[in-house]
């Protein structure tokens, strides 16, 4: 268990659906990461919070929005669903939110099949 | 568990042999290197980490070696095990960033 939470494990939706994902950090991380992982990208980078904030973004699409919350908590909701968003969509953390040396502890991943 | 199931290249290796990794990388700016390994049904998990000032480091049974001329990073695995049998991914942190970006990984299938 590396201290990150995610939930669902597995969901299965329809197209033009919306759902959300949850991820808890490991216990005294202030940062969340998400990055989705599909067959034909490998992990790509979608958003980072730290403490509360927006810190950066990746390649997110505008379908998608992300929030971290003040018990640092964070939620992915991806809406007007298609079948290429279909993929794993993990949650890292880490402690620090700005600086080199980051490393992320990863979560087991949410799959999403959107049918 | 669940498969990721990407299109990757794979390393194929007996049990008790020596596993080599080899990752390019394109962003002669970036300065701290990663290597995760990702086994079915997990996220991917830290194994060890190297600074671009370095060009080797070693871990238990993991050795990271970085060339810098040719962006070339290497994760060679000693004894390899069953237990061995993953993805791995290196990722890169670019200058000024700190948001690892990721390879395409390799599969690694360690027979008994």
């Known amino acids: 268990d590396s201290g990150v939470t995610q939930t669902p494990k597995h969901l299965i939706t329809a197209t033009g659906q919306r759902v959300t994902l949850r991820c808890s950090p490991r216990?005294?991380?202030?940062?969340v990461y998400w990055y989705q992982q599909s067959l034909d990208q490998g992990l790509q980078f979608l958003i980072q919070?730290?403490?509360?904030?927006?810190?950066a973004k990746g390649n997110i699409l505008e379908r998608f929005s992300a929030q971290q919350f003040p018990d640092l908590h964070s939620e992915l909701n991806l809406s007007s669903l298609e079948l290429g968003d279909s993929a794993l969509y993990f949650c890292?953390?880490?402690?620090?939110?700005?600086?080199?040396?980051?490393?992320?502890?990863f979560g087991a991943g949410s799959r999403l099949t959107v049918l | 568990g669940e498969s990721v199931g990407l299109h990757l290249p794979t390393l194929s290796v007996q049990e008790g042999d020596n596993s080599i990794i080899n990752c390019a990388y394109s962003?002669?700016?970036?300065?701290?290197f990663i290597w995760y390994k990702q086994e079915s049904g997990k996220g991917p998990q830290f194994i060890i980490d190297?600074?671009?000032?370095?060009d080797k480091r070693q871990g238990q049974r993991v050795t990271v070696l970085l060339n810098k001329t040719v962006k070339h990073l290497s994760l060679q695995i000693a004894a390899t095990q069953p237990g061995d049998s993953a993805v791995y991914f290196c990722?890169?942190?670019?200058?000024?960033?700190?948001?690892?970006?990721f390879g395409r990984g390799t599969s690694l299938i360690v027979h008994p």
């Open positions: 216990s005294g991380d202030l940062s």
């Open positions: 990722a890169e942190n670019r200058e000024g960033s700190y948001i690892p970006t």
């Open positions: 890292a953390s880490s402690v620090a939110g700005a600086h080199g040396a980051n490393v992320l502890t």
């Open positions: 190297i600074r671009s000032n370095m």
């Open positions: 962003n002669s700016a970036s300065d701290y």
């Open positions: 919070y730290y403490n509360g904030e927006e810190r």
